[in-house]
């Protein structure tokens, strides 16, 4: 075989086959989609709709929110007619962990400076991996925030400490 002509290579490796989509995330995400629209929809029930002709500022809000919340519904009854009520297993790890690091952020961002808190975010965000690279944690953590610092502190000029104070 010549290195020009692999297709019996290609032919052996075949790619793999997604997974069909389960009923569970068609009722999940329509469940999303429907508070989602229904929380729009409440939201912005005080605006005024008006006509197709005189539009009013909750016309558009008003129909893409009820469009989301009968998306939502459409995919909440497709996803039960498949038969999906077994929930896939979902990581808490990760999320509480990157939750944890927004929240560490944003609660030392205006005592220890840009540069400190994204180091502490960063490090605690990459605890929500699986594998934890520790060797090169510090040196992706110190880029980060030396990227954080040089860009929104130095070239936009963003009104945040940089350093702590």
């Known amino acids: 075989m010549s290195p020009l002509n692999d297709s019996d290579a290609r032919a052996a490796v075949a790619p793999p086959e997604p997974a069909p989509a389960s009923g569970a995330n068609d009722v999940l995400l329509g469940l999303l989609f ?4 229904a929380a ?4 912005g029930r005080d605006y005024v709709f008006g006509t197709s002709l005189r539009m009013g500022p909750g016309f558009l809000p008003r129909i893409v929110a009820g469009g989301l919340t009968l998306l939502g519904l459409v995919l909440v009854i497709r996803g039960i007619l498949a038969g999906g009520w077994a929930l896939p297993v979902i990581g808490w790890r ?3 962990l990157i939750s944890l690091a927004v929240i ?9 400076g840009l540069f400190v808190a994204s180091l502490l975010s960063v ?4 605890c929500a991996a699986q594998e934890i690279r520790w060797k090169e ?3 992706v953590a110190f880029g980060l925030a030396a990227f954080c610092t040089i860009l929104f502190g130095y070239l936009l000029k963003i009104s945040m400490p940089v350093w702590p104070q």
Not at 104 to 112: E, H, K, P
């Open 94 to 96: 990760p999320i509480l």
């Open 137 to 139: 944690l510090p040196f």
């Open 104 to 112: 560490v952020f944003a609660a030392t961002i205006d005592r220890l």
């Open 34 to 37: 429907a508070a989602i629209g």
């Open 123 to 126: 490090a605690i965000g990459t």
């Open 40 to 43: 729009a929809l409440y939201i």
